[in-house]
């Protein structure tokens, strides 16, 4: 447990890959349709995707050949369309004694608090990541993406991950911002096992990685 308290102290503070701010930007949409999460989300995927399938841009950004190798194999895979996605929730409070385990949570002003949660929520997939070896939590810092736009229908900070049939799962954070200004950012999550597994037992193989309650929720259960 402390072992990993570390590592997700570490992914909290630093956020090198695959974290994010609240999302300030107040991006003009006025005259487009909203787009839906899920399909945001979508969107996210494709990005990543491309970037893989990219072999200019693992040259460019990998720095190495095992991240290489593993953009290569990221491309082998079809993310055309999702055979099932989760929502992971977080209780605040379970959150804020996290914080609280690292410093007195009521000398933090309220802002504070809100940025260190979104932080902790944001850095959970590199935890993740990590148990696989540092190189898998750098893969994610290559190939990830990021989109800024406007949504309703985000009432508080999401994560969806949407699997595929024979490759790596992708995380996708939602962070909620001012005026309804909505930060997406997405991430593979490197492990395949996930894709066979049922609601159930990636909630138990997230328990031992993730030292917070969390419950995941069957997105297409709740449409």
């Known amino acids: ?29 006025s005259k487009k349709e909203q787009i839906s999460i899920y399909d945001r989300g979508l969107e996210i995927v494709q990005m990543l995707d491309e970037q893989a399938k990219d072999e200019n841009y693992s040259k460019v950004f990998a720095g190495s050949d095992e991240i290489t190798q593993l953009g290569q194999e990221i491309a082998k895979g079809d993310y055309s369309s999702p055979k099932a996605v989760y929502e992971i929730s977080f209780d605040d409070e379970q959150l804020l004694k996290f914080v609280n385990a690292y410093e007195d949570v009521k000398d933090f002003s309220g802002n504070l608090k809100d940025m260190m949660k979104t932080r902790v929520k944001t850095s959970l997939i590199n935890v993740i990541n990590a148990q696989s070896g540092v190189e898998y939590v750098a893969a994610a810092g290559v190939y990830t993406a990021n989109k800024i736009f406007v949504s309703d229908e985000l009432n508080q900070d999401k994560i969806f991950i949407y699997m595929f049939d024979n490759t790596y799962p992708v995380s996708i954070s939602f962070v909620k911002g001012e005026d309804n200004a909505v930060s997406a950012n997405g991430c593979f999550i490197f492990d395949k096992d996930l894709n066979s597994m049922s609601k159930e037992d990636i909630e138990k193989s997230f328990e031992d990685k993730i030292p917070i309650d969390f419950s995941i929720i ?4 709740k449409q």
């Open 1 to 29: 447990m402390k072992k990993i308290i570390s590592v997700l102290s570490t992914a909290v503070f630093c956020l090198v890959f695959c974290g994010c701010e609240k999302a300030d930007t107040k991006p003009d949409v």
């Open 218 to 221: 069957d997105y297409n259960s």
